[in-house]
Structures are given as C-alpha cells and as structure tokens.
C-alpha cells in the first residue's frame, strides 16, 4: 500500500509513454477504464503520471523523461466480447494487430489492437470453460498430424 492508502496489486503493468492522455482516452474508450489517479504537471497541466483501473486490474503509466524511454508493452485483457470491441475499435481507426481468431484447444477467442503509443492489447473472451487437462488433450490432438 502507498503511504496515501491506495492498494497496488502485487503485480501491476506500468508503461512509459509520451502521451500519457492518449493513453488514458484509450483505456476508457476502449477498455473500459477508470482514472484512479492523476498527477499533472503544474506548469503546463498534462498528465504526468496515472493509475487506471480496468475491471479489477490497475494500470500505471508515467510521461517518458529524465532517464524514463518509451516502451511498448503487450497485454492480455479479459472481455466480454472481444470480437465485437475488436471491429468497433478497427472500424474507428484503431491499428488492427490480429483479426478475431477461436481456439479450440484453450476455450477462447483472441484479437489484437494496437493504441496510439505503439502497446498491443490482446483482447480474449472465454467461450468454453474447459479443465486444465482437457486443454492439454485437445492441444495433443491439434499436434496431431
């Protein structure tokens, strides 16, 4: 826990960006993001630094500076519908990463979209509830010749 009482996962994916609003309207418009916390810089009021919260995860991103460089980083987010938030994101101009794709041998269906500061966000929705091992039997028979 940070001094002013808010909890921090135990795990907490943090990005390094130029465009830290960009970032922010990304989160909300897409993932349905919630601003936790905002620092502004006070000389010209841009976020400087932010903890969002989707569902039940928090994400942290700070503006690039000092000895801080931009990174791109790749996240797993759970969805509702990701085939559907997937072509309403292409088709308002989000970079499409990968087309909606089901796997059989995991029960789920995956898509790919990229945010404006060059992240990818792999978007997946749970089809089936299936067990450890029927993962690992249906990934053996996909083996298969």
Same mark, same amino acid.
């Given at each position: +826990?940070?001094?002013?009482? #808010? ?14 609003? *960009?970032?922010?309207?990304? $989160?909300?418009? %897409? ?23 989707? *569902?039940?995860?928090?994400? +942290?991103?700070? #503006?690039? *500076? ?9 996240? +797993?987010? &759970?969805?509702?519908? $990701?085939? &559907? ?10 970079? &499409? ?23 990818? %966000? %792999?978007? &997946?929705? #749970?089809?089936? #509830? ?16």
């Amino acid at each position: +826990m940070v001094p002013d009482g #808010r909890d921090i996962p135990g795990v907490c994916p943090f990005y390094i960006t130029d465009d830290v609003e *960009g970032f922010i309207d990304f $989160c909300r418009t %897409w993932l349905q993001g919630q601003v936790a916390h905002l620092l502004t810089d006070q000389a010209t009021g841009t976020a400087r630094y932010a903890e969002i919260k989707v *569902g039940e995860s928090l994400l +942290m991103v700070t #503006r690039t *500076g000092n000895s801080l460089a931009a990174t791109r980083n790749h996240t +797993m987010v &759970s969805v509702e519908d $990701c085939v &559907s938030l997937y072509g309403r994101a292409v088709a308002a101009g989000v970079v &499409s990463v990968q087309a909606p794709v089901s796997v059989h041998h995991s029960g789920e269906t995956y898509a790919g979209i990229a945010d404006g500061c060059g992240n990818v %966000w %792999w978007l &997946s929705t #749970r089809t089936e #509830r299936l067990s450890y091992r029927e993962q690992q039997e249906r990934y053996q028979q996909k083996r298969q010749p």
